[in-house]
């Protein structure tokens, strides 16, 4: 049943590929299940069938108002490739850099990458703040899904992004770590399936930093 509401949200929003998107994330989610038995990448209380709202279908929420075609992606704090390998999928013109610390979940996530047959889909391995200065201004968009932004982020984010890039946070009840930004707009974003979920969007020209 969950698969069938994940399939509802891509017929609506890429109606030309929905039939190769779905055998692709078919894919995903038997090598993201079977990964994950072997080393903890997401919480392994999330039933299977959940994986297609509660990690794909959140994943792509920002898709109702942004496009992510054509740009520098960095997943901070990746874990299981989320929502990093899901926006590379939707949108396979875009360039996706995954980030994480752990090397033995990077190490994982090269295999998924090559199993899924992404081109332009990267990993690196580092803490954002040790990240090397080759990325400042590099990147139009970075995604977090699951990492409370500290004060210490703060600069940092902003200058990986290019001079009109944004920030989008993926956020439930508590927003109290977005208060390192001065500006922010948010997206309600709530669907029956996931519960109350709000994507916040920080735009670095708007932020005084």
């Given at each position: 049943?969950?698969?069938?509401?994940f399939k509802?949200?891509?017929?609506?929003?890429?109606?030309?590929?929905?039939?190769?998107?779905?055998r692709?994330?078919?894919k995903?989610?038997?090598?993201?299940?079977?990964?994950?038995?072997?080393?903890?990448?997401?919480?392994?209380?999330?039933a299977?069938?959940?994986?297609w709202?509660?990690?794909?279908?959140?994943?792509?929420l920002?898709a109702?108002?942004?496009?992510?075609s054509?740009?520098?992606?960095?997943?901070f704090?990746t874990?299981?490739?989320?929502?990093?390998?899901?926006?590379?999928?939707?949108?396979p013109?875009?360039?996706?850099?995954?980030?994480?610390?752990?090397?033995?979940?990077?190490?994982?996530?090269?295999?998924?990458?090559k199993?899924?047959?992404?081109?332009?889909?990267?990993?690196i391995?580092?803490?954002l703040e040790?990240?090397?200065?080759?990325?400042?201004?590099?990147?139009?968009?970075?995604?977090c899904?699951?990492?409370?932004?500290?004060?210490?982020?703060?600069?940092?984010?902003?200058?990986?992004?290019?001079?009109?890039?944004?920030?989008?946070?993926?956020?439930s009840?508590?927003?109290?770590?977005?208060e390192?930004?001065?500006?922010?707009?948010?997206?309600?974003?709530?669907?029956?399936?996931?519960?109350?979920?709000?994507?916040?969007?920080?735009?670095k020209?708007?932020i005084?930093?």
């Amino acid at each position: 049943m969950n698969r069938e509401k994940f399939k509802r949200f891509i017929i609506k929003h890429y109606p030309q590929n929905q039939q190769n998107l779905l055998r692709q994330f078919d894919k995903y989610l038997e090598i993201l299940w079977e990964t994950n038995q072997q080393i903890n990448l997401i919480s392994r209380q999330t039933a299977k069938e959940d994986y297609w709202t509660l990690h794909f279908l959140d994943s792509l929420l920002p898709a109702e108002f942004y496009n992510f075609s054509n740009l520098k992606i960095l997943d901070f704090g990746t874990g299981g490739g989320l929502p990093g390998i899901p926006l590379k999928i939707a949108f396979p013109s875009s360039s996706v850099y995954l980030l994480d610390s752990i090397h033995k979940k990077i190490t994982a996530l090269e295999n998924i990458i090559k199993v899924l047959d992404l081109p332009e889909c990267f990993t690196i391995v580092s803490r954002l703040e040790d990240m090397e200065e080759k990325w400042n201004g590099f990147f139009d968009v970075i995604v977090c899904r699951s990492v409370k932004i500290l004060p210490k982020y703060k600069k940092k984010l902003l200058s990986l992004l290019t001079k009109d890039g944004r920030i989008l946070l993926y956020k439930s009840k508590l927003l109290d770590d977005v208060e390192v930004f001065d500006r922010v707009k948010i997206h309600q974003m709530n669907f029956p399936e996931i519960g109350e979920r709000k994507i916040v969007e920080i735009r670095k020209r708007e932020i005084n930093w």
